[in-house]
T-cell receptor, first 110, second 113 residues
Framework: GENVEQHPSTLSVQEGDSAVIKCTYSDSASNYFPWYKQELGKRPQLIID?????GEKKDQRIAVTLNKTAKHFSLHITETQPEDSAVYFCAASKSNMLTFGGGTRLMVKP | NAGVTQTPKFRVLKTGQSMTLLCAQDMNHEYMYWYRQDPGMGLRLIHYSVGEGTTAKGEVPDGYNVSRLKKQNFLLGLESAAPSQTSVYFC????????????FGSGTRLTVV
C-alpha cells in the first residue's frame, strides 16, 4: 500500500518567517494530495490540496508544490502568524484511499 | 446540511466491554472511512466502505468490525474493548467522480480502562 513520510516532525519559526513542510509518497498512482491543519481536540481541516496534473497551487499565504517524478510534495506558509500554530498533516490518495503522513507540529513564536 | 456527524463524542469503556460508534453523512457520499488517531501520530485507516452493503479492511482492522446497511451510515464496532484501542476515532466520507475532497466528522474520544 501507499506510504507517506513527513518531515520535520516539529518546526518552530518566528512570527513573519516562512515555514516549509515536506512529504514523500511511495505509490506513483496516487493522484490527489491534500494538506490538513489540526488544532488540539479538533478534526483535521483541509487547508489546500493539489491534484497530480498540477505542479503548484497557491491560496493567499499557503502554497503547495508537487514533484511527481521525485514523488514528493511540500507545503509552504509565508508570513507565519501565531494562529498558524497547529499540527499539519499531508496525505496522498489513490483509488479513493487516503493515507496520512505522521504530522508536523508547527509553533509560531510571537 | 450537517456534513458528517459522529456519535458519541466521548466514551469510557472497561476492558472487555463492547460498543458501537455511529457515523452519519447527509451528502449522499458513496465512500466512508473509519480512522484512528493516537497521540502524536497521523490518522490510520481501520475499515472503509465503497458503497451501501460493502466493507473492506484498512491498515489496522484487528479488533474492529463495521457495517454499512444504509448508504448514509457507517458503524464501527468494538466487540471486546482493549486498552490499546484507546484513541480518537474519526469518520470521513467522500463523493465520486470529480469530487476529490474528504469530509471529516468531529471525532469520538474513546478511553478503555
Amino acid at each position: 500500500g501507499e506510504n507517506v513520510e513527513q518531515h520535520p516532525s516539529t518546526l518552530s519559526v518566528q512570527e513573519g518567517d516562512s515555514a516549509v513542510i515536506k512529504c514523500t509518497y511511495s505509490d506513483s498512482a496516487s493522484n490527489y494530495f491534500p494538506w490538513y491543519k489540526q488544532e488540539l481536540g479538533k478534526r483535521p481541516q483541509l487547508i489546500i490540496d493539489i491534484r497530480s496534473n498540477v505542479g503548484e497551487k497557491k491560496d493567499q499565504r499557503i502554497a503547495v508544490t508537487l514533484n511527481k517524478t521525485a514523488k514528493h510534495f511540500s507545503l509552504h506558509i509565508t508570513e507565519t502568524q501565531p494562529e498558524d500554530s497547529a499540527v499539519y498533516f499531508c496525505a496522498a490518495s489513490k483509488s479513493n484511499m487516503l493515507t496520512f503522513g505522521g504530522g508536523t507540529r508547527l509553533m509560531v513564536k510571537p | 446540511n450537517a456534513g458528517v456527524t459522529q456519535t458519541p463524542k466521548f466514551r469510557v469503556l472497561k476492558t472487555g466491554q463492547s460498543m458501537t460508534l455511529l457515523c452519519a453523512q447527509d451528502m449522499n457520499h458513496e465512500y466512508m472511512y473509519w480512522y484512528r488517531q493516537d497521540p502524536g501520530m497521523g490518522l490510520r485507516l481501520i475499515h472503509y466502505s465503497v458503497g451501501e452493503g460493502t466493507t473492506a479492511k484498512g491498515e489496522v482492522p484487528d479488533g474492529y468490525n463495521v457495517s454499512r446497511l444504509k448508504k448514509q451510515n457507517f458503524l464501527l464496532g468494538l466487540e471486546s474493548a482493549a486498552p490499546s484501542q484507546t484513541s480518537v476515532y474519526f469518520c470521513a466520507s467522500k463523493g465520486t467522480g470529480g469530487q476529490f475532497g474528504y469530509t471529516f466528522g468531529s471525532g469520538t474520544r474513546l478511553t478503555v480502562v
